[in-house]
């Protein structure tokens, strides 16, 4: 069975700081995506980012980038600059071929200003 | 690109009543998949369909239903409600089944009474 852990329930950073969001994860596939989403105060939830496993090299968008470690089953997402507008709700997700997408319970972002 | 949209935005029902949940995927995607999303339970997975077709369905008694019509539009149906039911009840889409990034719609907040 695919598994998705977020060890950290809650978590704070200052305005401007850089904050990192662990993952791990368990599979037998050797194919699969991991992803990072986004879920606002408002609801809707957005895609951060998005790695192939087959990828060494860590995927990174704007301020979000991943530590990706296949071996150790890590998947975690740093955040740098934080700003207000990062506080949210944060899923990592696990998806392999053909089968649905396990999502992890998420860690609450708050931004201190 | 039209994003995801779902319809209702927002239900109230009484136990023991049925609703149905409408959801239009992004042009152009042909899987939807649905999650029930509560503060005790997080995000659970209750089916994905691709091409009128299931091709996967979560651990959820079988008063929950869908159904995905030719246009890849797709409803959901919940049978005899129950108060457990109340939830935020996400529908996303994809491109494909294989291991594609998924898009959310808003959600339609449903609480029974």
């Known amino acids: 069975a695919q598994t998705v852990t977020q060890s950290q329930p809650e978590m704070s950073v200052q305005e401007a700081e850089t904050v990192t969001l662990s993952c791990t994860y368990d599979t037998s596939e050797s194919d699969y995506y991991l992803f990072w989403y986004k879920q606002p105060p408002s609801r809707q939830m957005i895609l951060v980012i998005r790695q192939e496993a087959y990828k060494q090299q860590n995927a990174t968008e704007n301020r979000f980038s991943v530590n990706f470690q296949k071996a150790a089953k890590s998947f975690s997402l740093k955040i740098s600059d934080s700003q207000l507008g990062d506080a949210a709700m944060y899923f990592c997700?696990?998806?392999?071929?053909?089968?649905?997408?396990?999502f992890g319970p998420g860690t609450s972002l708050s931004v201190i200003p | 690109k039209a994003g995801v949209t779902q319809t209702p935005r927002y239900l109230i029902k009484t136990r023991g009543q049925q609703v149905t949940l409408s959801c239009s995927p992004i042009s152009g995607h042909r899987s939807v998949s649905w999650y029930q999303q509560t503060p005790g339970q997080g995000l659970q997975f209750l089916f994905e369909y691709f091409s009128e077709t299931q091709r996967n369905k979560g651990n959820f008694p079988g008063r929950f239903s869908g159904r995905q019509f030719s246009n890849s539009r797709s409803e959901m149906n919940v049978s005899t409600l129950e108060l457990g039911d109340s939830a935020l009840y996400l529908c996303a889409s994809s491109l494909g089944t294989d291991s594609y990034e998924q898009y959310f719609g808003p959600g339609t907040r449903l609480t029974v009474t």
């Open positions: 997700a696990l998806k392999t071929s053909y089968d649905k997408v396990i």
